[in-house]
């Protein structure tokens, strides 16, 4: 069953530091999406991507982030200067032709820790 | 503003018994919903969606029943399992396709 996938799983980084967190959607899927949870939080909406550009996006989502879909396959989230309060997991999820009738299916997340 | 949310935060059953787990949301032009389990370390899997055009839909143990006239969503598992222990979000579709997910509620199963 095709699936997503992201890398790293835990990502650990000094405040400041730019980190790119990776993700591999589903092949055929054609939107893309990065969620975040904060511990013992709900999740939280991003951003939307799709046809190489952003589609929709949250007051979370400010200048300090950045998405690319730099070949056919990843789809990266970029965090420019780290804060602590981006310590969360962060989720890609991916869905077909009809996004706001098909499901999003999510990774696995990745931990960011920033200390 | 409108939001999706959940009635209870945990929820403890007898392994056997069925869970119902509930969702309250106020966007009446929400017309797509989806439960998603979440177990700890993982991301959130799909479980079981829903339209608006419908009431109700059964999967393999899992009924999603949706009640318009008072914005009320329910999942029901039956003869839960030990494996069933996890968070359960109900999530619907915003404007655009954003999901906009619940608060969560917590299943434990007990022995």
């Known amino acids: 069953e095709p699936e997503v996938t992201q890398t790293p799983s835990h990502q650990v980084t000094q405040m400041g530091q730019e980190v790119i967190l990776r993700c591999v959607p589903i092949s055929n899927h054609l939107y893309f999406y990065w969620y975040r949870q904060i511990l013992g939080q709900k999740v939280e909406f991003l951003v939307s991507?799709?046809?190489?550009?952003?589609?929709?996006k949250s007051e979370i989502f400010d200048d300090q982030f950045s998405v690319e879909r730099p070949d056919g396959s990843n789809f990266t989230l970029k965090i420019r200067s780290t804060k602590l309060e981006d310590s969360a997991m962060y989720f890609c999820?991916?869905?077909?032709?009809?996004?706001?009738?098909?499901?999003?299916?999510f990774g696995p997340g990745t931990r960011l820790t920033v200390l | 503003g409108e939001s999706v949310g959940l009635h209870l935060p945990t929820l403890s059953v007898q392994e056997g018994d069925n869970s119902i787990i509930n969702c309250a949301y106020s966007n009446s032009a929400s017309d797509y919903f989806i439960w998603y389990k979440q177990e700890s370390g993982k991301g959130p899997q799909f479980i079981i969606d829903?339209?608006?055009?419908?009431d109700k839909r059964q999967g393999q143990r899992v009924t999603v029943l949706l009640n318009k006239t008072v914005k009320h969503l329910s999942l029901q598992i039956a003869a839960t399992q030990p494996g069933d222990s996890a968070v359960y979000f109900c999530?619907?579709?915003?404007?655009?396709?954003?999901?906009?997910f619940g608060g969560g509620t917590r299943l434990m199963v007990k022995p």
């Open positions: 829903i339209r608006s055009n419908m």
């Open positions: 991507f799709y046809n190489n550009e952003i589609s929709e």
């Open positions: 999530a619907e579709v915003a404007a655009g396709n954003m999901l906009t």
């Open positions: 999820a991916s869905t077909g032709q009809t996004p706001s009738t098909d499901t999003q299916y």
